[in-house]
């Protein structure tokens, strides 16, 4: 289950503070000169701790970056993530790092507030977009993070190897292009369904149900889950009412975080012939962001034009 609350406790873990400390010793040795990438010899190493995060970075990077994204497996829930040996290795040569914030990655804060030194740029995404925490964390699915993110880790890569800049330029280019697709559908879908009623197990989606102007129901309920408190009584009523007598278009889950309760409300949409969207909180494999988030919406498309029962 998403949960601000059980980030948080993750943030505390004893063992993110022991490995933070390992950290710092390792950021010290950190030296990439201008030079060792003018030559060619270097490429930018680049760690992002969700993998939506990498592959912009990646898109931008090209042939001339490394990236390494610490969250990545879909089939996980990032929630659960506890950093580790691994992470902190990831972390010590890393030029350009890039995270979340909003509470959603606490664990990479402390890992780098474990170091002091060393020649590295951090990219937070909800600082660009300002967000905070409290705020709903899932940022990637806000139109406008990305291209800030984007223009963000471009103007990063610039600075650390200025030699390339023209490639650095070109592929930023190329990501803003491709992100404009999705701007365009959920132009088309606000236009066709804005204020058509839907729900949601948690505000996973928020952002672009948002975009598109749907109306979402339940948000106690979702933010319940998110906090992870448990929804009252009425609000669990309420919801389960909406499904059965088909008050909601759809019904949005996240794949990742299926417990009881979302499975419970999904087999009520399911007999009350409500269609269901799955939603990630992490990239598929094999697929750019563009194309993961391009899916996603039109699977939300199919599900807004199926006939109803």
């Known amino acids: 289950m998403n949960s601000i609350a059980r980030i948080r406790r993750i943030g505390r873990n004893s063992r993110t503070v022991a490995i933070a400390k390992a950290v710092a010793a ?49 089939d996980q829930d990032p929630h659960l993530f506890e950093a580790s040996p691994k992470t902190a290795r990831a972390l010590q040569h890393a030029a350009i790092v890039v995270y979340n914030g909003a509470a959603y990655d606490p664990w990479m804060e402390k890992l780098l507030a474990a170091s002091k030194g060393g020649q590295r740029t951090t990219i937070v995404a909800a600082e660009l977009v300002g967000k905070k925490s409290g705020d709903n964390p899932h940022l990637w699915y806000a139109p406008q993070t990305m291209p800030a993110v984007a223009r963000k880790i471009e103007a990063a890569l610039v600075t650390a190897d200025p030699t390339h800049k023209a490639d650095y330029d070109r592929h930023l280019s190329a990501v803003i292009d491709a992100l404009k697709p999705i701007d365009q559908k959920v132009a088309q879908l606000r236009e066709r369904y804005r204020g058509t009623p839907v729900t949601a197990t948690e505000p996973v989606f928020g952002y672009l149900s948002d975009a598109i102007g749907l109306d979402m129901r339940n948000m106690r309920f979702q933010l319940a889950a998110m906090n992870d408190t448990e929804p009252s009584a009425s ?23 299926t417990e009881a309760l979302t499975k419970r409300m999904l087999q009520l949409a399911k007999h009350s012939g409500v269609p269901t969207v799955s939603v990630t909180e992490t990239q598929p494999a094999g697929k750019t962001f563009q194309q993961w988030m391009l899916a996603q919406l039109g699977a939300l498309e199919a599900a807004l034009d199926a006939k109803q029962p």
């Open 26 to 74: 390792g950021f010290a040795a950190l030296s990439m000169s201008a030079a060792a990438f003018a030559a060619g010899d270097v490429k930018v190493n680049i760690v992002a701790a969700e993998n939506f995060y990498g592959d912009i970075a990646r898109q931008i990077g090209g042939e001339h970056v490394d990236v390494t994204s610490i969250l990545s497996n879909p």
């Open 235 to 257: 609000d669990i009523a309420t919801f389960e009412r909406d499904l059965r007598e088909r008050k909601v278009r759809v019904l949005i889950y996240n794949s990742q975080a």
